[in-house]
C-alpha cells in the first residue's frame, strides 16, 4: 500500500491558516480575544539574604559544574498523597527511572541540602523582607505561617519537596489601564541547578539549592502578551524597590500559565528575561488553539475513539536500507526499531502546533523526557523531508498493514526504553483526542516550548512535620511596614511628571534607581529630566561598554554630582567621569579630573581666542559659511570648556 | 462518645471554632483585620498554641489565622478527608524464598499524624508493600504487625516477644526474618535478639529508614529491599541490621548485631560497625561479604530462643567530677547490674572508689565499657584501673556500652551467680567481644583523613 497524494508541508501550511495562526506583530486585542487569550504569572526572585533558608550556608555563591568535591546519588520515588492517590507527575517521574546526581561543593553544601539533616529554623532575615514585599503587594498577611512540602519528583530537590510557605493571600498590583490580582505571595527554598539531563542520568549541583526565594503569584488576569510582560516587570521592579533582593543572571525567574478559550492551563517553566514572555505566551495560546483544532478533525473522523490503540512491529535493520544517520546510529548502539501505526493519524502529525513545529513534535519531545531517549528519537510518515526511503517507507506500511488514512511512526532507542516509549506514544495520541495535556513546558528563545513535565496538582502539598509554625505579631508586622519605598505605580507618574524619557523607566526600576535620582533632584536641585536621562543613558551606556568595579555602588553618582555643584563645575562633565568613576570607584573625583587632563579655567580666558580664531579661519576655510566657522571654533574650544561654562552658551558667544 | 469536631483546638482558639460555629473539615472564610481568608479549616497539633486556626487555602497550602484578628466566621461546606493508604496483599511466586516482615513501628513504617503534625507510626507493612512492589521480585512476604511502638519505647517486654515470634517463624519453615524497626535504639534490639535468638539456621535482619516513607526521597523502599535481598537469598544467619552504607542509593550494610552503632542523629547512612569492619555490602542483586568468617545458613531449625531479662540494669556514662551518690542511689533502688561507660582505657575518678566498694558488698554486678566506643577496655595500664579491678568491676574488653548494658540484663535475667554471669558476659555470642581489632576497620569506614577525603571525591558517598 503507498500513500502518493498526501502533501505533509501543504498540510501544515494549511493546518496553520485554519488556526488562524498570525505572527504576534500582527496580532490585535482582536486576535487574542478571539482565541481567548489568558495568563497568569509565577513570579520567582530570590532575597538577599546572608545564609540561605533553612540553614547557615552562605547565599549566592555559584561555582562551575564542572567544580565540586563530592556526588551523591539518589532515586525519587511517588508517595501516596494524603488522600491515597499519586499525583501524575510522580508517577511520570517515576517512569522516567532516572538516576540522580548531586554534585556537592562543600563550601555551600552541609547536611541539610543532601537532605541528611531536618531544617533549622527558619531564617528570619529572609521572612522579614518577604513580609515587606506581601505588604507592598496589598496581601492579607497570614496569622501563622506553616511550612509546607510541595512535591517535586525530577530531582531538582534532593528531599523530594520544596519547603514553602505562604505569607500573603490576596493582593493586587496597579498597571497602567487595570489592576492586576494576585492570589498569594510565598517564601520558599530554591532549587538545585541542573547540569544535564542524558538518557537515564540526570545531574545537578546544589550551590543554588536552598537560597531564599519569593514566588509572587496573579490571577490568570491578562490578556494579550503584552500585559503579561507588564505585570511581570511590575512584580520584579516592586521586589527591586525594597533594595533586599539579589539581581544578576537566575536570580529572578517567572512560570507563565497560558491558556485559550477551551484549552488547558499550560505551564512555561523558567523563563529568566520578561522580554521573552510576549513571544511564549502568544506561540503558546496558538499552540493550544491548533489542538483544539486538531481534535476537533480527529473526533470528527473518529467520534468513539474509546478503542483507539497503536500497533507496533519491530523492524530488522538489515531488511531495509536506512541511511538516515540517526537510526544508522541506532543500529551501530545496538538498538531496537520498532514501526507504529497510528490508526486515522494522516494529517495529524504534520498538523501545526507552532511556528516550525508540528503534532510529531510533541511525541518526539515526550519520548525524550518520559523514556529517555535522547533526540532524534523518531522519525515519521509526514516528515517534511523523508527520512526513510519512500520504498523503505511502503514496506513498512506493509509490515504493519496500515490503512491509508494511517500515520506511522519509526522510534528508536535502548531495549529497556521501548515498552515506555510505545506508551508514551500512544498516550499522547490518546490525549489529541481529550484536548491540550496538562503539562509544564520548557522555552526557547526562539519564543517556542518542549515539553518539560506533566503539571503537578495541588496533591502533592503536605505539611512539613520538621518544622513548627511561626506567629506574625500585628506589631512586627506594623514595624517592618513603617518604611517601605514608595509604590512603583507613584514612581512611574513620577518619572513621568519629571519629564524624563519613558524608555529609560525599564532600566531605572530594575536597578531600582529611584531613590537615587529623587535624592538629586531633591538635595541638589538638579533638573530632574538630566538626572533620570543620566542615569537611563549614560550610566546604562557604560555599564554595557566599560568593567565595573568592585566597590562601585550608585550613590557615588549622588556624590559626584554633589562634588561639581560644590566646585561650581558645570554636570556635563559627569558624562567624561562616569566611566573612569565606574572602573575605579575608589579614585577621588581630583584625580579623574587630572586624569581626563580637565583644568579649571575662567570663563573669559575660554571666550577670549574667539577673535584669533575667527582670523585663523579665515585663512584655512574652504568655504565662506558662518555655521561652519561657529562649529569650527567650537571644535577648538569644547575640550577647554568642558566642565568651566555650558556649551550652549559658548555656542551663543561664538554665533555672535 | 461522639465525633470531635474541633481536632486538637483547646482554649481560646476552641473558643472563637464554637462561637461561630465552623467545625475543623469545614470550608470557611474568615473575616480577619489582615483580610478575608477562605479555605478549609484543618486540624490543630495538640502542642502548638490556642492563639491560631489552621487552614488550608485553594492553592494546597495551609496558613494559620491569628484569632485575635478574626472579626467574623462563617462555614460554607464541609468535607471530612479521610487518610487511608490501601494495604495490598502481596503476590506469591513458587520459587522464591519466603520472608517474613515483622513491624515493630518507627520510621520505616510512619506516616503524618495531623494530631501532633509529628510523624506516627502507622504503614503497616501491607501498606509499605503497596508502596514497594518491587519487593515481589525479590521474595515472598508475609507480614505481621506485632507492636507500634518508636523506637524509644522498645524495652525488653518487646525484645522477649520479638525473639519468641523469631522461633516460631524460624519453625514454621521462613526462609529468613525481616523486622522493621524505628532507628534509634536498632542496635540496643539487635543485641537483644543476638543473645537471645541463638544458634538461627537463617538470617534475621533489622532495618529502619531515616527519612520517613512518605516522603520521595526514602531510604524506606531501598532498605526494604536490602533487607529482604539479605533475608531470602543470603547466606549470613546472624542477627544483622541492614541500613545505608553511603548516604546515596547504592548499597547497603550488613552489620553484626552487637557491634553496630546509630553515629548521626539523621544521616541516612548513621548506623556504623565499630571495632571492626561491617560483615557485608548488599544490593538488589545479592550479599557480598567483606568478613570471611560468619554463620552460614542451614536447612535445619535447630534455633535456642533465650527470652531472659533482668530490667534492674543500669548504665553509667562517666563523666569528670561525677559523685559517688550516683552509683548509691542505684544501689539503694535495688539495681542488680551496672555498665559503666569509662574514660579512655576504662576510667573513673577516685572519689567514686567507696560507692564501688558499697556496691561490689551489695553484690551488684560491675562492668567497665569505654566512651571511646573504639578500642578494648584495660585496666593493667594505670593503677586507677587496677584499684577499680581489685574493687570488683570487671573489664568487658571491646563490648559497646549499649550491648554490655543489654548482656548484662540478658545474663542477670537467668542467673545471679557471680561466677556464671561473669562467664555469660565475657563469653562472646557473636562478636560483642573480639579477639581482635582490624586496623583498617576505623579508618576505612569512618572518613576524615585525607585519603577517604580522596576517596569521597572519587566515588560516590
Known amino acids: 500500500m503507498t500513500q502518493t497524494d498526501f502533501d505533509p508541508a501543504a498540510n501544515y501550511e494549511q493546518t496553520k491558516r485554519e488556526a488562524g495562526y498570525v505572527p504576534r506583530k500582527e496580532a490585535t486585542q482582536e486576535t487574542y480575544d478571539r482565541i481567548g487569550f489568558m495568563s497568569g504569572l509565577e513570579v520567582h526572585q530570590q532575597l538577599l539574604t546572608k545564609e540561605k533558608l533553612f540553614c547557615h550556608c552562605p547565599g549566592g555563591i555559584y561555582n562551575e559544574d564542572h567544580i565540586f568535591d563530592a556526588e551523591v546519588i539518589r532515586h525519587m520515588r511517588p508517595t501516596l498523597s494524603e488522600l491515597g492517590e499519586y499525583d501524575g507527575t510522580a508517577l511520570m517521574e517515576f517512569k522516567t527511572r532516572k538516576n540522580i546526581i548531586y554534585r556537592v561543593k562543600n563550601e555551600t553544601t552541609c547536611t541539610y541540602e543532601v537532605d541528611d539533616t531536618p531544617p533549622f529554623p527558619v531564617n528570619r532575615e529572609a521572612l522579614d523582607i518577604s513580609i515587606r514585599i506581601s505588604l507592598l503587594s496589598k496581601l492579607n498577611i497570614v496569622g501563622e505561617v506553616h511550612i509546607t512540602r510541595k512535591q517535586y519528583l525530577d530531582g531538582s530537590i534532593p528531599t523530594g519537596f520544596q519547603r514553602t510557605a505562604i505569607i500573603g493571600v490576596e493582593g493586587e498590583i496597579p498597571l497602567k489601564h487595570k489592576k492586576v490580582r494576585l492570589i498569594q505571595l510565598s517564601l520558599e527554598e530554591d532549587s538545585c541547578r541542573e547540569i544535564s539531563d542524558v538518557g537515564h542520568w540526570r545531574i545537578y549541583k546544589t550551590d543554588r539549592l536552598g537560597m531564599p526565594l519569593i514566588e509572587t503569584v496573579t490571577y490568570p488576569d491578562m490578556v494579550n502578551p503584552d500585559e503579561v510582560k507588564e505585570a511581570c516587570d511590575y512584580i520584579r521592579f516592586l521586589a527591586r524597590s525594597t533594595g533586599n533582593v539579589r539581581t544578576g543572571i537566575g536570580s529572578g525567574r517567572q512560570d507563565v500559565n497560558v491558556s485559550c478559550r477551551g484549552g488547558t492551563r499550560v505551564e512555561i517553566k523558567g523563563v529568566s528575561h520578561t522580554r521573552w514572555i510576549p513571544e511564549l505566551t502568544h506561540n503558546e495560546c496558538f499552540r493550544q488553539w491548533s489542538l483544539l483544532l486538531l481534535r476537533e478533525k480527529l473526533l470528527k473522523a473518529m467520534p468513539d475513539f474509546s478503542g483507539w490503540k497503536i500497533h507496533h512491529e519491530a523492524l530488522h535493520f538489515h531488511s531495509f536500507k536506512f541511511t538516515h544517520p540517526p537510526i544508522v546510529q541506532a543500529k551501530k548502539a545496538k538498538d531496537r526499531l520498532i514501526a507504529v501505526n497510528l490508526p486515522g493519524f494522516q494529517g495529524a502529525l504534520s498538523h501545526f502546533t507552532q511556528p516550525g513545529k508540528m503534532f510529531a513534535d510533541e511525541i518526539s519531545d515526550r519520548l525524550k523526557v518520559i523514556a529517555c531517549i535522547e533526540k532524534p528519537n523518531m522519525t515519521h510518515s509526514e516528515a517534511f523531508e523523508a527520512e526513510i526511503s519512500r520504498q523503505d517507507f511502503d514496506k513498512i506500511r506493509e509490515i504493519l498493514g496500515a490503512a491509508p488514512e494511517d ?94 524619557p519613558e524608555d529609560t523607566y525599564t532600566y531605572l526600576f530594575r536597578n531600582n534607581l529611584y531613590p537615587e535620582i529623587k535624592r538629586i533632584v531633591e538635595e541638589l536641585g538638579v533638573k530632574p529630566s538630566f538626572a533620570g536621562t543620566f542615569f537611563g543613558h549614560r550610566l546604562k551606556f557604560v555599564e554595557g561598554h566599560y568593567t565595573r568595579g568592585r566597590e562601585f555602588h550608585y550613590g557615588l553618582i549622588y556624590d559626584l554630582f554633589r562634588f561639581l555643584l560644590d566646585r561650581e563645575l558645570d554636570l556635563a562633565l559627569t558624562r567624561k567621569m562616569l566611566p573612569l568613576l565606574y572602573e575605579h570607584p575608589k579614585m577621588d573625583f581630583e584625580s579623574i579630573l587630572t586624569s581626563l587632563k580637565f583644568k579649571k579655567i575662567p570663563k573669559q580666558d575660554i571666550v577670549s581666542p574667539i577673535p584669533f580664531l575667527r582670523t585663523k579661519y579665515a585663512q584655512i576655510r574652504y568655504r565662506d559659511d558662518r555655521e561652519a566657522e561657529g562649529r569650527w571654533i567650537m571644535g577648538q574650544l569644547h575640550t577647554m570648556a ?5 556649551l550652549a552658551e559658548l555656542g551663543k558667544i561664538v554665533k555672535q | 462518645m461522639s465525633e470531635d469536631f474541633f481536632q486538637g483546638y483547646k482554649g481560646d482558639a476552641l473558643e472563637i471554632l464554637k462561637k461561630f460555629s465552623v467545625r475543623v473539615w469545614g470550608q470557611a472564610s474568615i473575616n480577619t483585620t489582615r483580610g478575608v481568608f477562605r479555605g478549609t479549616i484543618l486540624p490543630r497539633s495538640e502542642n502548638d498554641d490556642d492563639q491560631h486556626i489552621v487552614m488550608k487555602i485553594p492553592t494546597g497550602y495551609n496558613v494559620g489565622i491569628d484569632i485575635r484578628t478574626v472579626t467574623d466566621m462563617q462555614e460554607t461546606g464541609y468535607k471530612k478527608a479521610v487518610y487511608k493508604i490501601p494495604e495490598k496483599e502481596f503476590p506469591y511466586s513458587p520459587g522464591r524464598p519466603n520472608v517474613k516482615l515483622i513491624g515493630t513501628g518507627g520510621t520505616i513504617a510512619s506516616r503524618l499524624d495531623y494530631r501532633t503534625g509529628a510523624v506516627i507510626p502507622a504503614f503497616s507493612p501491607g501498606e509499605l508493600y503497596g508502596a514497594v512492589p518491587e519487593l515481589a521480585d525479590i521474595c515472598n512476604l508475609t507480614t505481621e504487625k506485632i507492636f507500634a511502638v518508636f523506637s524509644e519505647n522498645m524495652g525488653p517486654e518487646q525484645y522477649k516477644k520479638l525473639a519468641v515470634v523469631i522461633g516460631q517463624e524460624i519453625e514454621k519453615g521462613a526462609d529468613g526474618i525481616v523486622i522493621g524497626h524505628g532507628t534509634d535504639t536498632l542496635h540496643h534490639t539487635a543485641a537483644a535478639l543476638t543473645f537471645m535468638v541463638q544458634n538461627a539456621p537463617v538470617p534475621i535482619v533489622l532495618v529502619g529508614s531515616q527519612r520517613s516513607s512518605d516522603r520521595p526521597s526514602s531510604d524506606a523502599a531501598l532498605n526494604l529491599m536490602h533487607a529482604c535481598t539479605a533475608a531470602g537469598h543470603g547466606d549470613i544467619a546472624e542477627v544483622m541490621v541492614c541500613m545505608f552504607g553511603p548516604t546515596s542509593d547504592e548499597y547497603g550494610f550488613l552489620h553484626r548485631g552487637t557491634r553496630v552503632r546509630k553515629m548521626h542523629s539523621s544521616y541516612r547512612s548513621t548506623f556504623r560497625t565499630l571495632g571492626d569492619t561491617p560483615l557485608a555490602t548488599v544490593t538488589r542483586k545479592g550479599v557480598k561479604p567483606i568478613k570471611p568468617l560468619y554463620n552460614h545458613r542451614r536447612k535445619d531449625r535447630n534455633v535456642s530462643i533465650l527470652p531472659y531479662f533482668e530490667e534492674k540494669v543500669a548504665i553509667i556514662y562517666y563523666y569528670p567530677n561525677m559523685q559517688p551518690d550516683m552509683i548509691d542511689s542505684l544501689v539503694e533502688n535495688g539495681y542488680r547490674g551496672i555498665v559503666i561507660a569509662g574514660t579512655g582505657l576504662g576510667h573513673v575518678n577516685k572519689p567514686l572508689y567507696p560507692a564501688i566498694v558499697r556496691a561490689a558488698e551489695k553484690g551488684v554486678h560491675m562492668y567497665m565499657t569505654v566512651q571511646t566506643l573504639w578500642g578494648y577496655v584495660h585496666m593493667f595500664v594505670y593503677d586507677t584501673g587496677r584499684d577499680l579491678m581489685a574493687k570488683g568491676i570487671i573489664p568487658a574488653e571491646n563490648m559497646l556500652p549499649e550491648a554490655a548494658y543489654i548482656k548484662l540484663g ?10 556464671e554471669v561473669r562467664r555469660l558476659m565475657l563469653t562472646p555470642v557473636n562478636d560483642e567481644i573480639t579477639p581482635r581489632e582490624p586496623y583498617n576497620g576505623y579508618l576505612v569506614y569512618q572518613g576524615g583523613v585525607p585519603e577517604v577525603e580522596e576517596f569521597i571525591r572519587k566515588f560516590h558517598k
Open chain 1, 642 to 646: 568642558l566642565g568651566n561654562m555650558a
Open chain 2, 410 to 419: 540478658w545474663a542477670l535475667g537467668q542467673t545471679d551467680d557471680p561466677q
Open chain 1, 407 to 500: 500515520a506511522q511512526i519509526v522510534v528508536w532507542g535502548p531495549a529497556e526504553d521501548i515498552p515506555t516509549a510505545l506508551e508514551t506514544i500512544e498516550e499522547r495520541c490518546l490525549m489529541a483526542f481529550r484536548g491540550i495535556p496538562n503539562e509544564t513546558r520548557k522555552s526557547f528563545i526562539d519564543g517556542t516550548t518542549i515539553f518539560e513535565r506533566v503539571l503537578p496538582g495541588a496533591d502533592r502539598m503536605y505539611p512539613d512535620t520538621d518544622s513548627p509554625p511561626i506567629p506574625l505579631e500585628d506589631q512586627h508586622i506594623s514595624r517592618l511596614g513603617e518604611d517601605l519605598p514608595d509604590e512603583v505605580i507613584d514612581r512611574y507618574h513620577q518619572f513621568r511628571k519629571w519629564d524624563i
